[in-house]
């Protein structure tokens, strides 16, 4: 690598203490190869998903053909061979675990997920385990019972349900049945599987003018507040007015700020409301041409002062609705408040949607410091740093936050909150509550329109648009011999099997870990099935349920060539956050990284006996796995320096519910050199078509572009060291993209994707890339779309940095975990520090966390 | 010593006994109380205008200087008639002498009224508490005749607007940009200070101002609730006009919830903060009995009935005690403030009026009962409140500090109290000395031919076939035809050239009748009927049973056919009440 440029100067890390084996830096294994190998495997080829094959990594794009077992899109395992015992598994060192993400987007190839509705009987379920039917039982009796592919147990067949079958116990209706036939399976189901009202409160925490419900919940289309606190801070910078305005684009549709066309995204029959407050609680009649304001002022008993009008239909009251969002920044603006009474205004939307259930959107820029759970100001933060009370600062400073996120749970509430704080609004506390309901957390500090804006929409579109459910309760089911034992994620668990969610979308996984109970057969498939209970947006309950068969593993070395690198880093990450309400931070990264030597010690203890000991043996799975793990050290809630809990805090909850995909791609960003792309790369196949052929689509003689083939460029490795001072990068975390520019860059290069030649007059306040009639522009563009739509149409803040001249440049180098940055060291060290901790414990015979000298590191 | 008729004229005073007993002992042997009934505000055209401050007495007795006081014009002293303290004239009084008095030591000026140079700092306030649990015709009548009165008020008055149902709302007129209120829970009972805070009247909560604003004028306190009329009004109608019935839900087996203590609750707290110590009234309109909350008069639980009279005498009426002593403290907060509370009740049931007299009377406040808010006793009543003087004055008077003051000998010892129905009592408490006369003993009248009309005894012998009886109970006028003047009538002989007398006999007791309602508040119930017609039962219920089934005994002979109409009641006649009277007075004079 030539011209390769030094790590800026103020990026700080930390070197290898002591001497260093040396490393061939080719040598190091490339988290990228890792990547770009298998994504490129998947380009072609289809996932057939009965067990036994290698699966492909969360970060390719895939189609999977569900062949009765669930897609890795919905599933994936730490090991897709599971031990035999729990014996192998420690050995191994290898989690096991399970992560779900039961309502992720298909891809376009992949077939829709069958309806199955068996009216008012219901789907069958076990006897026993009350698990469902699926493509793993068996027939037995002659069709009279079928067999529990998880617990053993048979159950008789109902009359509904009942057929022949064939001489190979095969039900005669196998191929009309989606439930016999594929892995993931949605179910209507009837009366029986609505929610119930939770029983009254002894401490009610609102107040109602009416006697509250019993019995089952009568599921209805989804209900939204959207709820905006309208303190000074809030207005000051905009951010009232923005969610105000970008609202109406979500009820009504129109043009998006980075002008695409856009359709009301609401579900049809949904009914909505608005909430205000500051130091009072606003409702609005909508339902009346004066839309009312009524001030609830009472913030330690809450209670709704309306009833029936408060819910109305969006498009019915559309002039009401516009005519209010218009008014609210200027109304407030005038006499701006200094409180914000957040916790009674979760009260009020508890009273409100309380036997309804429904989805909160709230946006939030203050410390809510009066009111219910008010929050005492002033920080006391940078003193807790690395003592025994930092933990401290990563849970809700009063218990009413979780206790309110509980029973919002419990009512089928989610609430999601864009977060637009100017300063400390403790996101430890405010955050707890879309914790505990499945919400999320978006976060727009010091919000600046021109950066802010386009993302926020764009959050804010995708929260309304993708899929979800609410009122949602989750249970994981496995074969006997297996129990689940724990859950990571963003609920509430009201017993030990069961997880509640107020909300639940696309874009959330949930993490179970499992034990053995006993020996697995090896000759058999072991199974897990997990059922999510929810009610569809358009108001149908539902319950999807995701099988899995998995093979079953004698050899240590199935078990870690059948590893799954993601979902363990998932499952790790998700561990880490948990922790950080309980140890110190600097624990946590210790335990991480040694967590990570276990793995490498299992598998040259088990399957590598025979390689030197100077040689650092990483297991072909797990090759990325140091370089992400290092990625999760520097990341904002574990790096050791200096950041404000609400940062670490915000970033802790999206970890906790991301999916691998996007965690690896967080924690590892995408880093791509935009002045050598090559020249096909990128843009759509054009083709013309010259005789008519029913194969190709279009019409003859005309040029055509296929879009659907576009070409994306490899990505490279998250380090200065390969870097040119006369290139353009681009890195992308999920949530902010940089445009890093080289001082030495050719105005050309420049011009083609900024529209200026001179680097000192690139404007370092550019928050979006201008469009150019330039092959480079068109280049950069199609791979920022193509990056949306597989977000979601989630965009990232874009930040141009220039070297050695912009603020950006801070978060970029700190984007490049493989350098000597975050306070943490660069990659090669940290290979290095396995390698020792290996090599100590080969060699001494010590337990990995026992030796002094690695306790005492830094790490 | 005045003929006691002319000094009532004069002054609007009148006591039970106009020689006073000398001692306490002498006191307590007459039978007849000593009190006194005053009107206050009784109007005297005759009154010179007295532009300065009056002079007082020293502390702790400040009674004012008055033609009673005895004056030495050369010491330049006066004595205190009341607590015999002298006291030197101010030195602007240097001048005095016995032809040169002020107006305060004419014999003539008893009663006088300053106009003082302190203007009056606030305008009057008037806080309109309105039940929405409420028909839609009788809500809708309310609404417009509250609409009405706007207009009769003068312009800078301030107006508020509380309404309550299910829940308080109390209406920040003054928030430009949209309709605004502050909601309160029914069932809550709120501290004055609570009220207080989240209505923002406290100070810390005045909203911050932004870095280079200034600070916002009417963003707290009074001027966001009570506004002068002429700037509100506009707004003020539209609130009224598109205020509808209660949304809550009502439960076949329920009443509404009306949550009427919290209203009054709120009502108070917010006039006591802004306006302590100055004119305002609460005008309070309710449609039925609290249900809900503090106050409460029976619960909404349809099954509970109403408690009764008998329930009261027995202990056993259930909410009755808290809500006796929730509204006298309530009542006690607005009065030491100066402030009136008016209670209407427009509603067939009861509205609890016995729990919530303590409102009006002790702040000298209207009581105004009526079937309902679309019946025009209850307009004209209503609006009659709104009457004005000839400069355009309204009648009123505000936040008055009615101190009675009494000589060394004797004390104020409580108000009267008559065994008569709270309304009742209440108002012989408010209304002048004739009026109160006339509630409790009704005058009767006579017409008939060639005799001018004349008050007749209050007796079941005053009713004859050929007279006309006009009748006034002050809640109550009633017209009454004998058996022959209605048979006449019938035929018309009024209409036939001839009869013009019988016709003017007709049309006298009706004129009569007008003068009175006129006069009256609330506007009394206006009734004609015939002998025998079943309105007359209004006149029997009245009218002294001399002919019962008792009577025999006590006057030894029977009224003669047609001289009188037998009446069956177990009620004393009033001759026997008057005639032991009589003989217990004459006693105690003679022991
Ligand atoms: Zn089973
Ligand atoms: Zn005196």
């Known amino acids: 690598m030539q011209n390769h440029i030094p790590q800026p100067p103020h990026t700080a890390g930390l070197g290898y203490q002591g001497l260093r084996p040396r490393i061939e830096p080719s040598q190091v294994p490339s988290p990228i190869e890792t990547i770009e190998t298998d994504r490129q495997a998947w380009e072609e080829k289809s996932y057939m998903t009965l067990p036994g094959a290698h699966v492909p990594l969360s970060t390719s794009e895939f189609a999977a053909v569900d062949q009765g077992n669930s897609s890795p899109r919905f599933i994936r395992v730490t090991t897709w061979n599971v ?45 026993r385990c009350r698990g469902y039917v699926n493509p793993w039982c068996s027939w037995v009796a002659g069709g009279m019972r079928w067999r529990c592919n998880l617990c053993g147990h048979e159950t008789e067949v109902s009359t509904a349900y009942f057929s022949n079958v064939d001489a190979n116990m095969l039900r005669l209706d196998h191929a009309q049945r989606p439930e016999l036939n594929r892995g993931t399976v949605d179910f209507v189901v009837s009366e029986e599987y609505w929610a119930q009202h939770p029983p009254p409160n002894i401490n009610p925490s609102y107040f109602s003018a009416e006697l509250p419900l019993t019995g089952p919940k009568q599921p209805l289309p989804m209900n939204y507040i959207f709820a905006f606190d309208v303190s000074n801070d809030a207005i000051e910078r905009g951010f009232l007015k923005t969610s105000c305005d970008l609202l109406k684009t979500v009820l009504y549709g129109g043009t998006s700020l980075d002008g695409q066309q856009l359709d009301s995204s609401l579900p049809p029959a949904s009914q909505v409301t608005i909430l205000t407050y500051d130091r009072t609680l606003h409702f609005y009649d909508l339902n009346s041409d004066l839309t009312p304001m009524l001030v609830v002022a009472d913030l330690d008993e809450v209670f709704v002062p309306m009833r029936d009008r408060l819910f109305v239909d969006p498009v019915g009251r559309r002039h009401a609705i516009e005519a209010l969002l218009d008014a609210l920044p200027q109304r407030f603006a005038q006499y701006p408040s200094r409180d914000s009474s957040l916790g009674s205004a979760l009260r009020g939307i508890l009273a409100s ?66 977060l637009a704080p100017n300063k400390y609004m403790d996101i430890g506390s405010v955050g707890a509550v879309a914790n505990q309901t499945g919400g999320e957390l978006f976060f727009h500090p010091k919000f600046d329109f021109n950066r802010d804006a386009v993302a926020l929409e764009s959050q804010l579109q995708r929260v309304v648009r993708r899929y979800q459910g609410y009122n949602v309760k989750m249970k994981f089911r496995c074969s006997s011999g297996l129990r689940i034992t724990k859950h990571y994620g963003n609920f509430v668990q009201s017993d030990p099997t069961d997880l509640d969610f107020g909300i639940l979308d696309a874009d959330k996984a949930i993490v179970a870990d499992f034990e053995h109970s006993s020996s697995l057969n090896p000759r058999e498939y072991t199974h897990i099935q997990c059922a999510t209970l929810y009610t569809t947006v358009w108001g149908e309950r539902r319950v999807r349920v995701i099988n899995l068969a998995l093979q079953v593993a004698e050899m240590a070395g199935n078990v870690f060539q059948y590893a799954d690198m993601d979902a363990v880093f998932c499952r790790f990450a998700r561990e880490a956050m948990v922790n950080m309400s309980k140890q110190k931070l600097s624990a946590i990264r210790e335990e991480l990284t040694e967590k990570c030597s276990a793995i490498m010690l299992g598998y040259r203890t088990k399957c590598a006996a025979a390689s030197r000991t100077s040689q650092l043996i990483i297991p072909e799975a797990f090759k990325a796995f140091p370089a992400f793990l290092l ?55 054009i083709y013309t078509v010259d005789t008519p052929d029913p194969g190709v689509e279009g019409e003859v003689g005309v040029v055509h572009y ?34 890093w520019v080289g001082s030495g860059v050719s105005p050309q290069l420049l011009q083609d994707l900024f529209g200026t030649d001179d680097f000192m007059s690139l404007d370092h306040r550019l928050h979006y890339l201008p469009r150019l009639q330039t092959t480079l522009s068109a280049q950069v563009h199609n791979i920022l779309t193509k990056r949306m739509s597989s977000r979601g149409g989630r965009k990232p803040k874009i930040f141009v940095a220039r070297q050695n001249h912009d603020a ?34 080969l060699n001494n015979g010590s337990a990995l966390g026992g030796s002094a000298s690695i306790r005492g590191s830094p790490w | 010593m005045l003929n006691f008729e002319d000094v009532e004229e004069r002054d609007g005073v009148r006591f039970s006994w106009n020689v006073w007993p000398s001692s306490r002992i002498e006191a307590t042997r007459t039978v007849v109380p000593i009190s006194a009934l005053y009107t206050p505000l009784k109007i005297r055209e005759d009154l010179p205008p007295v532009l300065y401050e009056p002079v007082a007495c020293k502390p702790p007795c400040r009674a004012i200087l008055n033609p009673y006081c005895q004056i030495d014009i050369r010491g330049k002293l006066w004595i205190c008639p009341f607590c015999l303290s002298r006291n030197t004239f101010p030195p602007h009084y240097k001048d005095i002498s016995n032809t040169n008095l002020p107006a305060e030591l004419l014999p003539k000026y008893t009663t006088i009224e300053y106009t003082l140079a302190r203007p009056a700092q606030v305008p009057p306030v008037f ?48 928030y430009a940009e949209c309709t605004k209120s502050y909601v309160f829970r029914g069932g809550k009972e709120y501290q004055p200070k609570q009220i207080q805070d989240m209505l923002g009247l406290s100070s810390q909560n005045r909203a911050a101002p932004r870095p280079g604003q200034p600070l916002p004028p009417q963003s707290f306190g009074a001027s966001r609730f009570l506004l002068p009329v002429s700037q509100v009004e506009f707004q003020l109608t539209g609130i009224l006009e598109s205020l509808s019935r209660d949304p809550w839900p009502v439960a076949t087996d329920k009443r509404a919830l009306r949550c009427t203590g919290v209203a009054l609750s709120v009502a108070v707290g917010l006039l006591e903060t802004t306006y302590p110590n100055t004119g305002a009234r609460i005008m309070l309109f309710a449609g039925g009995p609290a249900t809900e909350g503090p106050g409460m008069v029976v619960s909404n639980e349809l099954k509970e009935p109403i408690r009764s009279h008998h329930d009261i005498d027995r202990d056993s009426a259930k909410h009755y005690k808290r809500a006796i002593k929730f509204y006298e403290a309530l009542a006690k907060r607005a009065s030491n403030n100066g402030h009136v509370v008016d209670l209407f009740a427009g509603c067939l049931d009861q509205v609890g009026l016995q729990e919530m007299k303590s409102l009006p009377n002790s702040t000298n406040g209207a009581i105004v009962l009526s079937d309902s808010f679309a019946t025009s006793i209850f307009k004209q009543s209503f609006l009659r409140l709104f009457s004005k003087d000839d400069q355009g004055h309204l009648q009123m008077g505000f936040n008055a500090t009615f101190d009675v003051q009494t000589t060394k000998e004797l004390k104020v010892s409580g108000l009267i109290g008559h065994s008569i129905s709270a309304g009742k009592k209440h108002i012989v408490n408010e209304e002048d ?115 019962t089934h008792m009577s025999a005994t006590m006057y030894g002979s029977t009224a003669g056919a047609g001289a009188g109409q037998a009446i069956f009641t177990d009620d004393v006649s009033l001759q026997v009440f008057m005639e032991h009277l009589k003989r217990l007075a004459v006693g105690a004079q003679t022991n």
């Open chain 1, 83 to 127: 031990p035999t015992s729990s014996r192998l598994a420690s050995d191994c060192a290898i989690p096991l675990s399970v992560i779900v993400q039961p309502f992720a987007d298909l891809d376009p190839r992949e077939e829709e997920i069958p309806v199955v509705d068996f009216g008012q009987n219901g789907p069958e379920r076990c006897g």
């Open chain 1, 353 to 418: 949607l309380a036997g309804r259930g429904g989805h909160v959107i709230l946006f939030q820029s203050t410390l809510p410091n009066t009111g219910l759970g008010a929050l005492p100001n002033g920080s006391v933060e940078p003193e807790l740093y690395d003592t025994d009370k930092e933990k401290t600062l990563h849970k809700p400073r009063d218990v009413s936050w979780l206790d309110v996120g509980e029973e919002l749970a419990g009512e089928g509430i989610g609430v999601s909150m864009f």
């Open chain 1, 631 to 685: 990625g999760l050290l520097k990341s904002k809630p574990l790096k050791g320096r200096h950041v404000s809990s609400d940062v670490r805090n915000y970033t802790a909850h999206r970890i906790l519910s991301l999916p691998p995909r996007d965690l690896i791609h967080s924690m590892y960003p995408r880093l791509l050199a935009l002045h050598d792309l090559d020249e096909q790369v990128a843009l759509p196949q």
């Open chain 1, 706 to 739: 296929d879009y659907g083939q576009i070409q994306m460029p490899s990505l490279m490795r998250n380090s200065h060291f390969f870097m040119e001072v006369s290139g353009i990068y681009l890195v992308d975390n999920e949530e902010i993209l940089i445009f």
């Open chain 1, 808 to 841: 950006a440049e801070i978060e970029f180098s700190d984007m490049l975990v493989e350098d000597q940055n975050n306070g943490a060291m660069s990659y090669i060290d940290y290979l290095a520090l396995i390698h020792k901790q290996i090599t100590n414990v």
């Open chain 2, 127 to 174: 806080l309109f508490v309105i039940d929405t649990c409420l028909d839609e015709e009788d809500l809708k009548a309310l609404r417009d005749a509250i609409v009405i009165s706007l207009s009769l008020l003068p312009p800078y008055a301030l107006v508020g607007l509380i309404t309550f149902g299910t829940m308080t709302q109390v209406h920040e007129l003054g």
């Open chain 2, 433 to 547: 000395v004739n009026n109160s006369l006339i509630m409790i003993q009704p005058t009767l009248m006579s017409y008939t031919f060639d005799t001018p009309s004349q008050p007749v005894l209050l007796d079941s012998v005053s009713i004859k076939h050929d007279v006309i009886l006009l009748l006034d109970t002050f809640f109550h006028i009633l017209i009454f035809h004998g058996e022959l003047i209605a048979q006449w009538r019938k035929q018309g002989y009024q209409e036939q050239e001839g009869y013009e007398n019988f016709k003017e006999l007709l049309e006298l007791p009706v004129a009569d009748a007008q003068e009175l309602l006129v006069e009256r508040f609330p506007i009394p119930r206006y009734i004609v009927c015939d002998q025998g017609g079943s309105q007359a039962r209004f006149l029997l219920s009245k009218l002294n049973p001399s002919t």
